[in-house]
């Protein structure tokens, strides 16, 4: 059996059922998810490997070979058509041309499934996905329940990671007119214990931990490598539910009256389908999104612990963020610049500011140190890796705004992650590419002999697609002094 097995023989069958990396329902063989490649921007949709099974991910990596790929559908399993795209604008613009959001990069979140490599969804912020015309969602006070399995180490206090029910219109319509699984640590509305990150429930205009709008302490802080998130409701009552989605059994965090404020009982849910943003497209938040569903009905626990122990069989794990070239922590680094015209220069710095410089044998050993990185493990994810000045030690490469600069390391959260690279087998088919560990469509490259790290085509100049390949491609050697 799979999850949507388990809540049709509960009488809570799935009306929607989302994942990149298996099949939620244990006949399933159709489509889990679409990509869409940089080089012809043509598409292939992935299939589980076998009935039931896990997502063909060797197909994703045959199709992306050399190129980018970017997550543009998550289907719907459930027979429905509640597919989720790209999401268009509402309260908030997304950063994309007309204001859609950014889609998820490809390879941004790989794990395992019982040992077979397959991708989640990685949501970085800007990014989401939506769909306003579902067929069979709880709309005003009707039951619902849903899950969702996520990246516990993987989020932010930004509006909103959320999954769940929203909005048709893109728009906050009020107290009430959603109900959708949260996931991070942010403190705008309510928290639960401890620093976060929480499961809460977005039900528009506020987080809730529990009945009260504020901290409610028996939510606990939930950090495991993999979350099983439930939010569940129906007339005058909703639960918040979660475990670690690789062991163990789920505990409920609260089950209760539905908060007091007004609005909130009887509820509006209007029945779009979001991933990754807030009900009006708020789109600040990050996190990553491996599997979930949506039910008609109100679940029973029994029939969310028999899901529980699947998601548990499924057995998640972590595998590799990096490929090519191998990096050699505590070693040192250089970036020779491949594009054809430009392979006397190396990735360097001024100051603050990355640049590409042209250095040779015989230049000093001043400028040869600028173009000189120490290789660290990566600040915001030990499976990536951090670059630190050669002459400025304590300052890492990071990125701000999308261009690379060299700053002191703060300490900071956001910090860490925006100085964090995973290398890849370079693009061009030789060298190294680096994505940023948190924008996975976005790859260290040279524009104007100055460092970005950019997609492949995109609103920024230096995301031009022309020169992409070269331009994002390096050779790497130790260190120049
Ligand atoms: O409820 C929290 C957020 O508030 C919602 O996701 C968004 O629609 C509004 O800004
Ligand atoms: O960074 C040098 C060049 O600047 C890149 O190759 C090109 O994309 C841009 O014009």
């Not at 990509?35 to 896990?54: E, F, Y």
């Not at 997304?94 to 959001?101: I, T």
């Not at 996905?129 to 619902?144: C, F, L, M, P």
Request: aromatic letters at 10%; one cysteine or more.
């Amino acid at each position: 059996t799979a999850p949507c097995d388990i809540y049709a023989s509960g009488n809570t069958p799935c009306i929607a059922a989302h994942s990149t990396t298996r099949a939620l329902y244990s006949a399933y063989t159709g489509a889990l998810y679409q990509v869409k490649r940089g080089s012809d921007n043509t598409t292939i949709s992935i299939a589980p490997k076998s009935k039931g099974g896990s997502a063909n991910a060797a197909a994703q990596d045959t199709f992306c070979a050399g190129t980018t790929c970017l997550i543009t559908i998550v289907y719907d399993q459930s027979g429905r058509e509640n597919h989720l795209t790209q999401a268009p604008p509402g309260g908030f613009k997304g950063p994309e041309s007309n204001g859609y959001d950014n889609l998820a990069g490809a390879i941004g979140a790989p794990v395992t499934l019982n040992g077979q490599k397959v991708y989640g969804v990685f949501v970085s912020p800007g990014t989401g996905y939506r769909n306003n015309k579902v067929s069979g969602s709880a709309t005003g006070d009707a039951a619902e329940g849903m899950y969702a399995v996520l990246d516990g180490t993987h989020y932010n206090g930004a509006c909103c990671f959320d999954y769940g029910n929203a909005e048709t219109n893109n728009l906050d319509t009020g107290n009430g007119h959603m109900e959708a699984i949260y996931y991070g640590d942010n403190t705008v509305w309510g928290s639960g214990a401890g620093s976060g990150p929480w499961i809460m429930a977005d039900l528009e205009n506020g987080l809730f931990s529990g009945q009260g709008a504020k901290q409610n302490t028996a939510d606990p802080s939930i950090t495991y490598r993999f979350v099983t998130a439930i939010v569940k409701g129906k007339p005058g009552t909703w639960a918040i539910r979660g475990g670690n989605g690789a062991s163990g059994t789920l505990s409920t965090f609260y089950s209760g009256a539905r908060p007091t404020a007004s609005g909130y009982d009887p509820m509006h849910k209007e029945g779009a389908i979001i991933l990754g943003i807030g009900g009006d497209n708020s789109n600040g938040a990050q996190g990553t999104f491996y599997e979930g569903v949506m039910t008609a009905g109100y679940p029973s626990d029994t029939t969310e612990n028999s899901v529980q122990a699947d998601i548990v069989a499924a057995k998640y794990a972590t595998t590799s963020l990096v490929s090519g070239p191998a990096y050699s922590v505590g070693g040192t680094v250089s970036f020779k610049a491949t594009t054809p015209g430009f392979t006397d220069r190396y990735l360097a710095h001024t100051g603050a500011t990355v640049n590409t410089q042209v250095i040779s044998s015989a230049s000093s050993t001043a400028l040869k140190q600028a173009a000189t990185w120490t290789i660290r493990t990566g600040l915001g994810n030990s499976g990536c890796y951090s670059f630190e000045s050669r002459d400025t030690s304590g300052s890492y490469i990071r990125h701000y705004n999308f261009g690379l600069q060299v700053a002191v390391n703060d300490g900071s959260k956001a910090f860490k992650e925006d100085a964090t690279f995973c290398p890849q087998s370079g693009f061009t088919g030789s060298g190294t590419s680096l994505h940023a560990w948190g924008y996975p469509t976005r790859w260290i490259r040279h524009y104007a002999n100055i460092g970005y790290i950019a997609s492949n085509g995109g609103v920024h100049q230096f995301d031009a697609a022309a020169s992409f390949n070269n331009d994002a491609t390096w050779a790497i050697s130790t260190g120049l002094s």
